[in-house]
């Protein structure tokens, strides 16, 4: 599991934690049924403080993202094929909702932009 916290950028280390376990997910290198490193593990590893991987891994587990089983270490729940695809969809609309509002603001039409992003889609390089 490669995660990178960057503490300049104005997002909390646990929400960064978070968001880069949830899109581990959706992209499909985190399986369900995966386990995760121990909290003083990633704490040590991404020399964060313990309670901050605490914060992250409890509120995942509340949304039903991870799972922990008695005696067991902390692992990705099981999701069905419409979670897992509602999950990937989300992720795709949060990085490209700042594409849409760029293009609203460069006066580029709907049309327009739907190109692109087909070119982009298809071209082998990106």
Known sequence: ?????????????YRQLMDQIRFQI????LQPGAELPSTRALSATLSLNPM?????????????VLERRRGQTLTVAAASKEEHQTH???????HLAPAAIAAR?????SEQAVRLFREMLN???S
Do not use: F, N, W
């Not at 959706?26 to 290198?29: K, P, T």
């Open 88 to 94: 990937k969809l989300g992720h795709l609309r949060r």
């Open 26 to 29: 959706a992209s499909g290198v």
């Open 123 to 125: 071209r082998p390089d």
């Open 105 to 109: 603001q460069m006066g580029v039409s």
């Open 52 to 64: 901050t991987i605490s914060k992250a891994y409890g509120l995942l587990e509340h949304d039903g």
């Open 1 to 13: 599991m490669l995660i990178a916290i960057d503490p300049h950028s104005g997002v909390p280390a």
